[in-house]
């Protein structure tokens, strides 16, 4: 397992941006696969967006493509995900999550460890 720990959320207006943080304390880290996924009250989680190990490779939801980017820095053990242009309808819990294959999915069952989320809450 890879204890991950998010941070960054919080409360914004609508049009602001936020910047997410996943920090995991293993080594594995930096050879897996990293996903941000969200989850609204009453709602499934879903998939946001992912990145390879190396940072060369990246998969957008297509209700995030263009308004958020995913990224990492190895040598801190550290993901990202750069919110910009929020709309209320990206209020949610958001999870970030590793999994161990090679190709990029957006199946949350493929990731084997997960953070504990941080809440995004974005209001008109």
């Known amino acids: 397992q890879e204890p991950l720990v998010e941070s960054g959320g919080g409360l914004v207006q609508a049009g602001d941006s936020l910047r997410l943080s996943c920090v995991a304390s293993?080594?594995?880290?930096?050879?897996?696969?990293l996903g941000w996924f969200r989850q609204a009250p009453g709602r499934e989680r879903e998939f946001v967006a992912a990145?390879?190990?190396?940072?060369?490779?990246?998969m957008y939801a297509d209700s995030v493509k263009g308004r958020f980017t995913i990224s990492r820095d190895n040598a801190k053990s550290t993901g990202y995900l750069e919110m910009n242009s929020l709309k209320p309808e990206d209020t949610a819990v958001y999870y970030c999550?590793?999994?161990?294959?090679?190709?990029?999915?957006?199946?949350?069952?493929?990731?084997?460890?997960w953070g504990q989320g941080t809440q995004v809450t974005v209001s008109t």
């Open positions: 999550a590793v999994n161990p294959f090679l190709v990029l999915t957006a199946e949350e069952g493929q990731y084997v460890a």
């Open positions: 990145v390879r190990w190396s940072g060369g490779e990246t």
């Open positions: 293993g080594r594995a880290f930096n050879s897996y696969a």
